[in-house]
């Protein structure tokens, strides 16, 4: 079976610009999560999905941090505008309900200039 | 973090040798979690441990967990080169897991 997969693994942006990245999860699986991951605060958790419906949305990160999961098998996040802030691995994962095991992709690497 | 909490720490050791790293909690759980993350990679279940467990083992791997003191522990037996990663505990509200900083493990061949 196919892993997560995420893409593009790297993403360089200017300041003030749009990125989309994108997320497919394990197939089967119901639950689906975005973090965002750096040296000094680890990993972070953005946004969480169970079939589709938006669980939690990350809190202080509301505001230019968009995740949607429009069908099962895939989901993207959107920053707009980006902020050299910004720059950090976003990581997928999925899950299968009330398993608690997280299958994770190999990451976004995101680099704000 | 205000569950799962390792200080980072950053630990170098001979390939062979034994290394056992901590973590600890704040709230309540029912699993605890350890992944392993290698570098370019995305974290890997290594082990997970229930509030009604107090060790598990996998291969070269044991967790211990007691939930008096809020604490879990990772043990790996006769490290090898490959087990150079970063090791993270997490713990878990339903689905959601909250991970520590990490423990960076560095063996040496």
């Known amino acids: 079976d196919a892993g997560v997969t995420q893409t593009p693994r790297h993403e360089v942006a200017e300041k003030g610009q749009t990125i989309i990245l994108k997320c497919e999860p394990v197939?089967?699986?119901?639950?689906l999560f975005w973090y965002r991951q750096t040296k000094i605060q680890g990993l972070e958790l953005l946004s969480y999905f169970r079939s589709k419906s938006l669980m939690e949305d990350g809190g202080a990160f509301k505001d230019r941090f968009k995740a949607e999961m429009l069908n099962s098998s895939f989901s993207t996040l959107k920053i707009q505008p980006t902020e050299p802030k910004d720059s950090a691995v976003y990581l997928c994962?999925?899950?299968?309900?009330?398993?608690?095991?997280?299958?994770f992709g190999e990451g976004s690497k995101l680099t704000v200039l | 973090s205000q569950w799962g909490e390792e200080n980072l720490q950053a630990l170098s050791i001979q390939e062979g040798e034994d290394v056992t790293m901590n973590c600890s909690y704040k709230t309540y759980t029912t699993v605890v979690q350890w992944y392993r993350q290698k570098s370019g990679k995305g974290p890997a279940q290594l082990i997970l441990?229930?509030?009604?467990?107090r060790e598990k083992r996998s291969g070269r791997l044991r967790a211990t967990l007691d939930t008096s003191s809020q604490s879990s522990s990772l043990s790996i037996t006769g490290t090898l080169a490959t087990d150079t990663a970063v090791y993270f505990c997490?713990?878990?509200?339903?689905?959601?897991?909250?991970f520590g900083i990490g423990t960076r493990v560095l063996v040496r061949p």
């Open positions: 441990i229930r509030s009604n467990e």
């Open positions: 997490s713990n878990s509200a339903g689905n959601k897991l909250t």
């Open positions: 197939s089967g699986h119901n639950d």
């Open positions: 994962a999925s899950s299968l309900e009330n398993t608690g095991q997280l299958y």
